[in-house]
């Protein structure tokens, strides 16, 4: 997987919440998708949030799935400047509530959608992201389904 090319990009605005993001590295490494994560604040260094997200699809990324928290809507800010899907994962903090990020991350305005998972849901938001790359890749599909059928059958993720 470290030779291919990411096809999902996962985005933490702080290093706080890179911990929580790593959920979803680890189903994007079970299920075999390609993948980089990084570090960057909509809020620190917006620059480099726009650069990022304005060249995702010409660097062969499929979806992003970033951040909400206490540091920033990170997940907005790329949704602004991509026409990719955005998942956005709302983080609970000790300054803000779960509840509080869940609303700002699903209350986007008409024509900027993020698509929004539970509080500190990383997990379902990588599951989703390979969702939306396997509609076009029969092999996602077929991993997709062996992680949903060991689910069912009680097996960890």
Same mark, same amino acid.
């Given at each position: 997987m470290r030779g291919d090319t990411p096809v999902v990009g996962v985005l933490a605005a702080s290093p706080a919440e890179l911990s929580v993001m790593q959920q979803a590295t680890a189903i994007l490494e079970k299920l075999e998708l390609p993948h980089e994560i990084q570090v960057m604040s909509s809020s620190r260094n917006p620059d480099l949030v726009d650069e990022y997200a304005r060249t995702a699809f010409d660097r062969g990324l499929?979806?992003? @799935?970033?951040?909400?928290?206490?540091?920033?809507?990170?997940?907005? *800010?790329?949704?602004? !400047?991509? @026409?990719? /899907?955005? %998942?956005?994962? /709302? %983080?609970?903090?000790? #300054?803000?509530?779960? $509840? #509080?990020?869940? %609303? @700002?991350? *699903? #209350?986007? &305005?008409?024509? @900027? &959608?993020?698509?929004?998972?539970?509080?500190?849901?990383? +997990?379902?938001? *990588? +599951?989703?992201?390979? $969702?939306? +790359?396997?509609?076009?890749? &029969? $092999?996602? #599909?077929? !991993?997709?389904?062996?992680f949903k059928d060991d689910l069912a059958e009680g097996l960890r993720l």
């Amino acid at each position: 997987m470290r030779g291919d090319t990411p096809v999902v990009g996962v985005l933490a605005a702080s290093p706080a919440e890179l911990s929580v993001m790593q959920q979803a590295t680890a189903i994007l490494e079970k299920l075999e998708l390609p993948h980089e994560i990084q570090v960057m604040s909509s809020s620190r260094n917006p620059d480099l949030v726009d650069e990022y997200a304005r060249t995702a699809f010409d660097r062969g990324l499929k979806v992003l @799935v970033c951040t909400t928290g206490i540091t920033g809507h990170l997940a907005a *800010a790329a949704a602004a !400047r991509t @026409v990719l /899907p955005v %998942i956005g994962v /709302p %983080i609970a903090s000790d #300054q803000m509530g779960g $509840e #509080q990020a869940l %609303i @700002v991350t *699903a #209350q986007m &305005p008409a024509g @900027v &959608p993020v698509a929004t998972v539970g509080v500190d849901a990383a +997990v379902n938001a *990588a +599951v989703l992201a390979a $969702e939306i +790359v396997g509609v076009a890749d &029969p $092999e996602i #599909q077929a !991993r997709l389904w062996k992680f949903k059928d060991d689910l069912a059958e009680g097996l960890r993720l």
